[in-house]
C-alpha cells in the first residue's frame, strides 16, 4: 500500500493518481488517518504552502509522529514542501522541521536572480528547470541526466551534509532540489506534474526497497 499523506494541503489527488497510472498493481490510498499512514509499505508526502503551517497541520491531525516513524523504516519520497519539511527550520517561520536532515531551508535571493546578459529572474521559481543528478539512485533509474522537470517554490534546502544532496538545479545559481538518505527521497520539483521524466521517478518510487545505489 502506497499512502499519500493528506494534511491539507498540497496537490493531493494530482500525486495520487500518477502514482496509479504509473503502479496499476499498487493501492494507493490518500489519508490524513495516522493509523493508516503507519501501516503503509510506502509513504508519499506531498505539500504546497510554508513550513510553519504544514507542521502545524501535521500537529493538529496526529500525522507528525506517524510520519516521523515511517522515515525510519520505508521507503519514503518527499515532493515540495514534503522536501523542506525533512530538514531542521526555515525561513518562513519559527517553527521547526522534522529535522530528519540537517540544515535549513532559504528563500531565493531577490539580489541574486540575475542572469549575466542582465535579465531579473522572477521569485517563486514557476515552470521547467534541467536537473543534474548528483549520483547514481535507483530513482533516477531510466531517467536521463538534465532532465526537465516542473518547479513552483520560492525557498530551497541547504543541507548540512553534501553526501545527502542527489540532484541539482540552476537559478541563476545552483540549489539542491533532490536530497536521499538511506529510504528517504525527496525533490523539489513536482514529479506528478513533469510529464515522462516525473512518472519515470514515480513508477521507479513504487518499484523502490528503499535501499539506496
Avoid at 25 to 53: H, T
Avoid at 158 to 186: E, H, L, M
Amino acid at each position: 500500500m502506497i499512502v499519500v499523506v493528506d494534511y491539507g494541503m498540497g496537490n493531493l489527488r494530482s500525486v495520487a493518481k500518477a502514482l496509479a497510472h504509473v503502479a496499476p498493481g499498487a493501492r494507493v490510498v490518500v489519508s490524513g488517518d495516522a493509523r493508516v499512514v503507519r501501516e503503509a509499505d510506502r509513504v508519499v508526502l506531498p505539500g504546497q504552502s510554508a513550513m510553519p503551517d504544514c507542521m502545524a497541520a501535521l500537529a493538529a491531525g496526529g500525522l507528525d509522529a506517524a510520519v516521523r516513524e515511517t522515515l525510519r523504516d520505508r521507503p519514503f519520497l518527499g515532493v515540495c514542501l514534503g522536501l523542506q519539511v525533512l530538514f531542521d527550520a526555515s525561513e518562513e517561520g519559527p517553527a521547526a522541521g522534522l529535522g530528519v536532515l540537517p540544515g535549513r531551508v532559504v528563500r531565493f535571493d531577490p539580489d541574486a536572480m540575475q542572469l549575466p546578459g542582465g535579465e531579473r529572474l522572477k521569485v517563486p521559481h514557476m515552470g521547467w528547470n534541467r536537473v543534474r543528478q548528483a549520483r547514481p539512485h535507483p530513482l533516477w533509474a531510466g531517467i536521463p541526466d538534465d532532465a526537465r522537470f516542473y518547479f513552483a517554490h520560492s525557498y530551497y534546502p541547504v543541507p548540512d551534509d553534501r553526501a545527502v544532496v542527489a540532484g541539482t538545479a540552476s537559478y541563476p545559481a545552483p540549489f539542491t532540489c533532490a536530497v536521499a538518505r538511506d529510504n528517504i527521497f525527496a525533490v523539489q520539483f513536482h514529479p506528478e506534474k513533469s510529464h515522462r521524466a516525473g512518472l519515470a521517478l514515480l513508477a521507479n518510487f513504487a518499484r523502490w526497497d528503499g535501499r539506496g545505489a
